[in-house]
């Protein structure tokens, strides 16, 4: 997506080898207008396709999956990262890395709020090695529902995440591929 | 608003006399309708106010303060609830407590996202006792910027912080006020 590229270009600050910052629009402020047009252009992506949820994981993938579910007018419902509490009455849950904060962590899903037989996109801001999303999957396949597709709003491409999900027959549509952002320049994949 | 309430009456689940639980549609799993026109009603009656910017924390303000920032064309920042890494530039920080997690917290906005002179509109899905809210009036007042007002999903009347911010001076809408829980009943603020 071109204006998702280009605003990658002009306001994200690349770290390392392995980590881009872009906060100033996808994660920690928040671009209402670019974000709800990403959002119309994966819902073009995956048309044709029945969805009947949209889910993410807290919290920088709730703005993009909120709008997706808004235009759609379906449910979404964001992974929580901590474990449930002996409040709850019943929670899906599997086990993820985080590789920013070089932790493990457990997310879970309420039972109440994925249906077997369901239609399920996984939408996050973020696809690196996979370990969110095949967590998220797992959740899913859990419930009884099936994962239609994941809809990305960047995928570092150098990573492998999610050229392994499509080999594994997951449609993944992502709108910005980094290549690479190896000497200081972001590549996007052609 | 009538609608918010009627789904507080109908999906809201009664813990005990201080906890209301509404994550069927506000706060795990996501009612993007109600959520949609939450958001129109609270621009309603901010209406005429200068507002150049939402503040909210994750996760669970995030929808409701995305849709505000969305109608209004203004972005949105949400406040985390870690501490900045080393890595960051520059944070505003102030501490709260979590009554529902019993544990004193951090929360943290870029010094880029929130600028001298704008008007701040703060958002978040619950209001109790008042200290996150409080928080991030610090963190508006620390940018030289000014708390426009706070636009609240659901107010617990009876836990007294939305009344102390009115006291303050600060206007404080909210869609839903709860003035009691006891006995396993909803009763609403007139």
Do not use: C, W
Request: charged share 20%; no cysteine; proline share 4%.
């Amino acid at each position: 997506m071109e204006a998702l590229q280009q605003k990658i270009l002009e306001k994200g600050i690349i770290i390392d080898d392995h980590t881009l910052k872009v906060d100033s629009f996808l994660n920690h402020q928040l671009d209402t207008s670019l974000i709800s047009s990403m959002a119309e252009e994966l819902i073009r992506r995956f048309a044709g396709m029945p969805i009947h949820r949209v889910l993410t994981i807290e919290s920088s993938g709730i703005p993009l999956a909120f709008m997706i579910g808004y235009f759609l007018r379906i449910p979404v419902v964001f992974a929580k990262k901590t474990k449930p509490s002996t409040l709850s009455s019943g929670f899906y849950s599997a086990e993820s890395y985080s590789f920013t904060r070089k932790s493990p962590y457990t997310m879970s899903v309420s039972r109440d709020f994925i249906h077997p037989g369901e239609e399920v996109l996984i939408v996050d801001d973020f696809l690196a090695g996979g370990n969110a999303v095949s967590a998220l999957i797992e959740i899913i396949r859990d419930a009884g529902a099936r994962p239609v597709g994941v809809a990305i709003a960047v995928e570092k491409g150098f990573q492998g995440g999610g050229d392994s999900l499509r080999k594994a027959g997951i449609p993944v549509e992502s709108l910005a591929i980094i290549e690479s952002l190896s000497n200081g320049v972001i590549q996007f994949r052609k």
